[in-house]
DNA sequence: CTGAAAGCGCTTACAG
DNA sequence: CTGAAAGCGCTTACAG
């Protein structure tokens, strides 16, 4: 079944492609009469015609499409919930917005070009500053290390890690500590959120918060619910790097009968949805995911349009804390 | 910056075009000397030279990219981890792997097409009919329905429901209910999961299984736990659409002093992070996933590269009990 | 063993 | 208000 194109939907309308080409995308329409138009619309329709990706990038020397690496971090539902609202809020400006998986051993910028042609491209995490470098010299926008301190930074994880201090500082604790995930591909974001922790508590005159590293075993949990409340100075709060570690948290605290949060008080970060069907419901940050999606698309479509003005300030998505039981 | 052609490097090394592009994609390189060959490679490399997509998939009328439609499911981990795999598969392949949300309104098949030209494409739940139909019809490969019974599912969801059933008998149990998730967005792969479990029963002589429906709630929880557990012939034995309703269940039940497993024995599916982490910790059932992705990357390799030919048969991905404290 | 040439489907100045 | 024509970068028969 040969491939319908601009050429056939021309002869049968009875115009040329160029016609069938300004109706098609919407352009120089006052130059077309109603008539010609709806005719070009109704053959096109009726001959099933959809204009070829390639040789409209061809020819424009850019695509509808932008690309987004999604990195190499342990899966979660936050990012989830943001590609997600990405790719609706970048479908309504008209572009498709397609995710992928950089393998090991692919040279993302090169294959990325090669395979996609995309017209603005977003990282996560920190792409290669080669890879950016070769990309923005092709002229495609690149909007990299979303996670990342910056002007572009979508969530404010040093904020995070200060609400969660503040939140835990106005219920009265004075002695807490921070539970940090030992995940290396997590560091990036630990970091932040460390730091962000630590400041809080300065400003709030609390000492400095006890760090205590974690892992995703049960074991890690235990061990680290024995170091929080044993000792000279035990915690009476902590702060989790995120809401599954925070109920591995709560888990291995009510094994070893340390009563939460009379004992020992937790807040996690996500509000994934077990947080709130743990027992007790697990007192958490959530983060405004979808309103980060939005202002990244409407920062984007601005790259793509209007590369050479500046874009307006980027806003990061809204932070609240979700007060349940354990905290 | 202009962008470096074949025909740029055609020129620099004193070749044709057509030199270049045999070179390039290891074609006819019987007919090419090393010296040739060499030289082309080099110069590539020193005027970066990257070959352009669209000009490529136009002529060829063929892409490197398979897309794949992520279904409008629950976010979960493990198609986070099958994606990843299958990426990965792909790309070992050279074939580039991109994801797509399919925003509300958008028109599957025509958008994909006009965006993207993919030379696969692969639905997890149903595409449209129509959708698929247009695909086809294109030349385009479709591999469709990846979590409905049949030649490709991806994952056996009948066996998984009979799984668990078989492992709750093994164990002694005779009352045994299915706990079902209330969602509509999961009702393709309950459906499966339920009729498992009721055909495992029958085959062990076991009484029907009551099912009972919960939602991503506490009071749901609560109440499953209460149906469960109360009334003339409680259950002994749970099996749990997934990991995350079983862990609300579990916690449930121990807001009520339902002893786990000695008075309700509960087995999960997905084995996510937590069910490990949990007091005690879940038993559950495990899915090959990556097996999985690898068994269709060669499906896919086959269809695109020799559509005429049938497919070898399609292997799912293995499933395994994760035997752990509650049941 | 290598090159000249056509053409994939589109868009866009330009001419009428 | 509309059309003829060039050309985006590539691949591939074909000729030498």
Known sequence: MARVTSRDVAEAAGVSQATVSFVMNGRHLNRITDHTRGLVLRTAKELGYVPSASGRTLKSGRSNVVTCIVPDMRPSEAVEV????????????????????????????????????????????????????????????????????????????????????????????????????????????????????????????????????????????????????????????????????????????????????????????????????SVPPLSTIAMDLSGAAHALAHHLTHLIQTPEVAPPAFHAGALSVIDRQTA
Chains 1, 2 share one sequence.
């Open 82 to 277: 943001f590609k997600r609202a990405l790719s609706g809020a970048l479908a309504n400006a008209g572009y498709a917005c397609v995710f992928v998986h950089p393998a090991a051993g692919l040279d993302v910028a090169a294959d990325l070009w090669k395979y996609l042609e995309p017209c603005a491209v977003v990282g996560l995490d920190k792409l290669g500053t080669e890879d950016a470098r070769r990309l923005r010299d092709a002229g495609t926008p690149v909007v990299d290390g979303l996670l990342l301190p910056g002007d572009e930074q979508i969530i404010d994880q040093h904020e995070i890690g200060a609400l969660q201090m503040r939140h835990l500082a106005a219920l009265g604790h004075r002695q807490i500590a921070y539970a940090a995930s030992d995940e290396a591909s997590e560091d990036l974001v630990t970091d932040q959120r460390i730091a962000g922790a630590r400041d809080a508590c300065e400003k709030l005159g609390l000492p400095e918060p006890r760090i205590v590293r974690l892992g995703y075993t049960p074991e890690s949990a235990r061990d680290a619910v024995i170091q929080l409340t044993d000792g000279a100075a035990p915690a009476s709060a902590v702060a989790v790097f995120g809401d599954v570690l925070a109920l591995a948290l709560l888990a291995a605290a009510r094994a070893r009968s340390v009563a939460v949060p009379a004992d020992l008080a937790i807040i996690g970060v996500d509000d994934i949805p077990l947080a709130a069907l």
